[in-house]
Structure formats: C-alpha cells, structure tokens
C-alpha cells in the first residue's frame, strides 16, 4: 500500500512541472531526493500530523497521533530518509528524466 502511495505522489508531483536547465533530477543527490520526496509525501497528507515531528493545530508536537506511527488504512507517509528506498530513489531520476523502466 505504501508503494501504491508512493507511486501516486510521484505521478502527482511530475504533472505540476519540471526542473529546467542545469537543475534536473538527474543531478541531485539521492540525499536531495529523498528530502523532496519526503516533502511531497507530506504535503499530500490531508491532516497535520503526518509525521510524529509536525505539529498539530494546537501547536503540539504529534508523536504517537502521526499517521507515520498509527497502524491503520495503509496510508503511512515517508518521513524520514530511511523510509524512502533506493528503489524510490530511481524511479524519481528516471521519471523525472522521461526515462521508461
């Protein structure tokens, strides 16, 4: 399930634009790419406590309430470098680049 939501942000984040010019996917770090998928795997949450770092409403740090630490519905986002695999890593250089697997 965690793939199909990754596959589903991916897909996403492609059609909203492009890195041009010197700047292509190709040349960030898979550092820099875990953090952008990160990012967008976050923003693709619909409440604020995606990650047990974020914050609530309240302003309460989230920890055990995240979705990232509640076992349920399938939906856990990537939140930490580790989450996101070489595998994913990969498929953002080749899709970002036109490249087909």
């Given at each position: ?8 942000l991916?897909?996403c ?6 890195a ?20 967008k ?6 409440g ?50 036109g490249?087909?697997?």
């Amino acid at each position: 399930m965690r793939q199909v939501l990754y596959t589903a942000l991916l897909s996403c984040f492609l059609c909203t634009g492009t890195a041009t010019g010197a700047e292509t996917s190709v040349e960030r770090s898979d550092e820099e790419i875990r953090r952008i998928l990160i990012e967008k795997s976050i923003e693709a949450y619909e409440g604020s406590c995606a990650c047990p770092y974020n914050t609530n409403r309240a302003g309460n740090r989230c920890g055990k309430t995240s979705a990232y630490l509640k076992n349920g519905g399938g939906r856990r986002p990537l939140c930490y470098p580790s989450d996101v695999s070489p595998e994913m890593v990969d498929k953002y250089r080749k899709e970002m680049t036109g490249k087909k697997e």
